[in-house]
């Protein structure tokens, strides 16, 4: 494990950070393109990524302060310390998404098209967290296994710490790789589904199935799991089945597609604000 990729005096570039700054970048690299292909001011779309990147780290930090008080017990100004891990993946898509909802608003633009053309991008950031972030600075890790792909932390890790040097799941490379393949189904479909809110549908089950089944495998405190009518799941676990839902919903109730005037001919077109209007380029 990484946890600190490069120290320069008394500058440290921390893994966690790292990643965070990296899947921000590729995701506004690929809103931006599509974004644009369709008609989207570039100006606006960039003011709509700088909301996201602030409201999503907000949000998925205050949801993981939230889960576990006891981190900041004593120093509550660590709540601001980001970049020593320690953020809730899907606080962050909730304050996202109320963020993309409430500037969607503002410009009078579609909010299924933006979550559809989002989707993707979300998914490889995920993956890039996960990988670069999570695994390299040591959270996130599993419960102790005997499988082959089973890893071993370093010493002063917390899984080394609570484990004593037992093999571990790699929960979160589980995740990366779970997301990496989510990325590559959502961004083939992309011109099927996209503006219908059908691909941000999908990439809501996705990661609810992903993130279920991973959970398993992870580590968590006595205190993070939930018995209700019978069954004991994890907090994460309950939220990715009320996500499930809500990805139902949002299929069986699909808007117009942007992409079916120009898929066979190979042109894209501009989506029409609610007067009809192309919007301007």
Known sequence: MKPILLELGPLQIHAYGFALAV??????????????????????????????????????????????????????????????????????????????????????????E???????????????????????????HGVPTTLPWAVRYPEGSPAQDLWHGLAVHPSPLYLAAGNLLLFAILARLLRRLAGSGRLFALYLAGTAALRFAVDFSRYYLPSDWHRVLGLNLTHSQW???????????????????????????????????????????
């Open 239 to 281: 939220l990715s089945l009320a996500l499930l839902v809500l990805a139902l919903v949002l299929w069986a109730r699909p808007g117009p597609r942007f992409f079916a005037a120009g898929a066979s001919s190979g042109e894209d077109r501009a989506p029409e604000t609610a007067s009809g209007e192309a919007r301007s380029r």
């Open 114 to 140: 933006i979550a559809d053309i989002a989707a993707p991008a979300i998914a490889l950031g995920e993956a890039v967290t996960r990988l670069a972030g999570c695994f390299l600075a040591g959270c996130c």
């Open 23 to 112: 899947s921000f970048l590729l995701g506004s690299l690929w809103v931006g393109r599509w974004g644009r292909r369709l008609g989207y001011p570039e100006d606006d779309l960039s003011r709509l990524f700088f909301w996201l990147l602030a409201s999503a780290l907000v949000g998925s930090r205050i949801y993981y302060a939230f889960q576990h008080p006891e981190d900041f017990e004593g120093d509550w100004l660590d709540v601001f310390r980001i970049w020593h891990g320690g953020l809730s993946q899907y606080g962050g898509v909730i304050g996202a998404v109320f963020a993309t909802w409430m500037f969607v608003r503002s410009r009078a633009w579609r909010f299924r």
